[in-house]
């Protein structure tokens, strides 16, 4: 009878499991931590420390999104579920990717910065910055391009309607450009922490938060006046605004203080993504064209047309990769290991 309350309880479930599920691997390698207080040790103390600014650091973008619900309260009724829902659809690429390359990257830049090994400290962000790159842009504009059939084949049933996609897909389409920043963020963060620095994140964040505020206002009346656009979409263009300007000083400060130092190739691979990425959006583009109506489609046909799609705009990319010389040799980490 409360079907979001069986949904709130599955989060909860699932946090759970995540959590069991490592636990016989850590007791395998007799990392299986055994629960006890020690706040007067000094390394707890200096976790404490650094954890709470590192948390805000990390999760400005979470922060933003709560912001943003609030202004959308004021909005149209469901703008507040219809950025809800093309939120979603962006932190799914941002869990599965990003999470894990700052999950990967962070031990490794604490060890170069405990070994006082700056080459290499700065090699390893290079290396995930261009990776972010490489993965980051096709997603967004898949994202961009894919916005509708995405939210038709995943939510167009019950009380969901096609007006709700379609507001949905504005915003999901505004926060598709944000994607990288989001993603940049999640790696350029850790560069600080590594180091103990955890009040360069969170004064970042904290202006990169405060203009994301002022812009969320300014899109947000500037669409009611012109009806470009859906207000709430103003919303989601405000929080992308903000997250790549976060990764931009984020970025800004790593380069200011001698931190990281770009490697050579980074002209050569912006043009090595361009056109990868303009020629799946040409080949997603044309193909959305001749599609047909999602909404007048089945539920299975939208399943199969949209894996079409996914697969399809996946493996031009990588095509088109291979064809301008982008190797996977030259992404691995090997060597900066």
Request: charge should be positive.
């Amino acid at each position: 009878e409360r079907p979001e309350l069986a949904l709130a309880a599955g989060v909860l479930a699932a946090g759970i499991v995540q959590l069991v599920f490592q636990l016989p691997f850590l007791w395998r390698l007799d990392l299986l931590p055994r629960p006890r207080l020690g706040f007067r040790h000094e390394g707890v103390r200096r976790i404490l420390k650094l954890v709470a600014p590192a948390l805000f650091g990390s999760s400005v973008a979470q922060i933003s999104v709560l912001l943003d619900t609030l202004i959308a309260s004021f909005l149209l009724t469901g703008s507040i579920s219809w950025l809800y829902y093309s939120d979603r659809l962006v932190e799914f690429p941002l869990g599965v990717f990003g999470i894990a390359l700052a999950t990967v990257i962070l031990p490794r830049l604490s060890e170069h910065h405990a070994t006082q090994s700056s080459q290499t400290f700065s090699d390893t962000l290079d290396w995930a910055l261009k990776l972010v790159v490489v993965i980051g842009v096709p997603s967004a504009v898949g994202l961009a391009l894919l916005a509708e059939p995405l939210l038709a084949t995943m939510f167009l049933r019950g009380e969901f309607t096609q007006r709700d996609v379609e507001m949905a897909a504005a915003s999901l389409r505004a926060y598709a450009p944000g994607l990288l920043g989001f993603i940049l963020v999640k790696v350029l963060a850790p560069g600080y922490f590594a180091r103990q620095d955890a009040r360069t994140p969170v004064r970042v964040g904290l202006q990169s938060l405060v203009l994301g505020m002022a812009l969320s206002g300014a899109f947000v009346l500037l669409l009611l006046w012109t009806r470009w656009a859906p207000a709430h979409a103003g919303i989601a263009a405000a929080t992308a605004c903000s997250a790549l300007t976060n990764a931009a000083l984020l970025l800004a400060g790593l380069r200011r203080n001698g931190i990281y130092r770009a490697r050579p190739g980074w002209a050569a691979l912006a043009w090595r993504v361009a056109v990868p990425s303009a020629s799946m959006a040409l080949a997603l583009a044309v193909g959305l064209g001749v599609a047909g109506d999602w909404f007048a489609m089945s539920t299975l046909e939208r399943i199969a047309r949209l894996a079409a799609f996914v697969v399809g705009g996946a493996a031009i990319y990588f095509l088109a990769c291979h064809l301008v010389g982008l190797r996977p040799s030259e992404l691995r980490m090997k060597a900066v290991a």
